[in-house]
C-alpha cells in the first residue's frame, strides 16, 4: 500500500512541478499572463510549486526504507526521474499541440525503463 501512495503522490508532484515549470510557456497565449513580468512569472511558478512540495516531500517520507516504507533512497529518485518524463510527455503532448513524440524518444524512455530494472534488481 505504501508503494502506491509513494507513486501516487510523485505522480501528483510531478503534475505540479510540470505546470510550475513550462505551464508559463502556454499560458503566455492569455493576453493577461502574456503582459507579465518575469518576475511575477517567476513568482506564479513558485506557488505552483508549492504544491509540488506538499506531494512530493510525503511521497519520499512514505516511501523510503529508512522510515518503514517499501523504497531505498536510489529507487526513490530513479521512479521520480520516471515518473517525471512520463508526466512531462503526456504534458508536452497534450498541452502543446505542436511537440511529436519519435522513435529517438521512444529508445531513450526504454533505456529508463531498463535503468528502473537494473536499479531494482537484487
Known amino acids: 500500500m505504501k508503494s502506491l501512495l509513494t507513486i501516487g503522490l510523485l505522480v501528483l508532484s510531478n503534475a505540479f512541478m510540470t505546470l510550475a515549470w513550462y505551464g508559463h510557456l502556454k499560458f503566455a497565449e492569455w493576453k493577461w499572463f502574456s503582459k507579465l513580468g518575469l518576475v511575477s512569472v517567476v513568482l506564479i511558478s513558485w506557488g505552483i510549486a508549492l504544491f509540488e512540495y506538499s506531494f512530493q516531500v510525503p511521497a519520499n517520507k512514505i516511501g523510503f526504507k529508512g ?20 508526466v512531462f510527455t503526456a504534458f508536452a503532448l497534450v498541452v502543446f499541440k505542436t511537440e511529436t513524440f519519435r522513435w529517438n524518444h521512444a529508445v531513450g524512455f526504454g533505456f529508463l525503463v531498463l535503468a528502473v530494472y537494473f536499479i531494482f534488481k537484487k
Not at 516504507?69 to 515518473?83: A, N, R, T
Open 67 to 86: 522510515n518503514g516504507g517499501p523504497f531505498s533512497l536510489i529507487e526513490l529518485k530513479v521512479i521520480q526521474e520516471v515518473i517525471t518524463l512520463v
